[in-house]
């Protein structure tokens, strides 16, 4: 299965911290990560197999490549693709109205 996506140029969370802090504000750096975190919690709280479907797809893979790639129909990839982003939306604009 092909990604239109490739993770070839990954860094260690470590590093990137001491990128960004080099880069830019501190405040900028910890408000991204505050909402890196509030995402991630947020991915974790869905049922497995709709997070696994926002993963593929977050990382460039097509409706047809995760159908095939999970064994499941392309509509129900598209069900839990549209379920999954409201989700998530919902859950950032929480994050985004508590913080």
């Known amino acids: 299965m092909e990604a239109s996506r490739k993770h070839a140029g990954q860094v260690p969370l470590d590093d990137f911290y001491e990128v960004l802090a080099e880069e830019g ?13 509030a995402l991630h919690q947020a991915l974790a709280q ?14 460039g893979y097509s409706t047809a490549e995760i159908a095939q790639h999970l064994g499941i ?27």
């Open 46 to 59: 869905l049922p497995p197999r709709r997070a696994r479907v926002m993963v593929l797809y977050e990382d």
């Open 25 to 37: 504000e501190e405040h900028e750096v910890a408000e991204h990560w505050k909402e890196h975190e």
């Open 73 to 99: 129909k392309e509509e129900l990839v598209r069900k839990e693709k549209s379920l999954g982003l409201r989700q998530l939306r919902d859950a950032m604009r929480h994050v985004a109205l508590a913080g």
